[in-house]
């Protein structure tokens, strides 16, 4: 299968469902990762066109991890609006991959930008075949999945399926560590939330909080699209 993992900010898939990304790979299935943005806000002493250039960099190094093709949209960070040329970006970016599954964020977060991704790609889904919405790639004859990874710290958020990431836990943190640049911005913003800890601490956390709601060590939870506005059992999957 075709994998695409995309998400607003650099390290927002990383952090999310790199777990789930080497799985993938190392079954031998294509995984691309992607971002909306190119957070050229990420850094308070960089310019931003020097933060975005690093940060881009950073995902392609995280991606290379597993052997998968980052791509960037290069909107700007926390001044991306959806138009008609979004949703063209948006939809030429799934023709590209050919997506046979996206891994997305969540509906509700709390950050305008992880919204909004969301909300593009649940909307240009079913656009994906129609030839008369013309983009640079052609269309193929296929809606993907949709899958919604979970906000920061889990809020809100009750996954209705789990993956086993126990072996690939490692790799996660390689393609987490790759982000160098957002340790200390996010110790500098988040002071208050984050403590002693650094920025990529707490995905240890939740990753062994959800590997013990389905029994293993590590998992990562989501939510299938079509399930994201009611409550299902839960589901372990393969």
Not at 19 to 42: D, I, M, P, S
Not at 73 to 92: G, K, P, S, T
Not at 125 to 139: F, G, L
Not at 198 to 220: H, M, P, S, W
Request: hydrophobic share 40%; glycine share 6%; charged share 25%.
């Amino acid at each position: 299968m075709n994998i695409l993992a995309i998400g607003a900010h650099p390290d927002d898939v990383e952090t999310s469902c790199g777990g789930t990304l080497a799985k993938y790979a190392a079954q031998g299935h294509k995984v691309f990762t992607a971002t909306a943005t190119n957070g050229n806000v990420g850094s308070a002493t960089l310019s931003m066109d020097e933060i975005a250039r690093i940060r881009k960099e950073e995902a392609r190094k995280a991606a290379a991890v597993i052997g998968a093709e980052y791509v960037c949209l290069d909107y700007d960070d926390e001044m991306f609006f959806e138009d008609r040329n979004a949703r063209l970006a948006f939809i030429d970016l799934v023709r590209y991959c050919k997506a046979d599954i996206i891994l997305t964020h969540n509906p509700e977060d709390y950050n305008p930008d992880h919204e909004l991704t969301s909300k593009i790609i649940n909307d240009i889904a079913v656009m994906i075949p129609v030839a008369k919405i013309q983009t640079r790639n052609k269309p193929y004859e296929k809606i993907p999945t949709i899958a919604y990874f979970e906000p920061v710290n889990g809020l809100g958020f009750v996954p209705t399926e789990y993956v086993d990431i126990t072996d690939y836990f490692e790799k996660k943190l390689e393609m987490c560590y790759a982000h160098q640049s957002q340790i200390s911005w996010m110790s500098d913003n988040y002071k208050d939330s984050l403590g002693d800890k650094n920025f990529f601490d707490q995905y240890t956390i939740i990753a062994k909080y959800r590997g013990l709601q389905c029994g293993v060590e590590y998992a990562e939870g989501f939510r299938m699209a079509n399930d994201a506005f009611r409550v299902v059992p839960y589901r372990v999957l393969p």
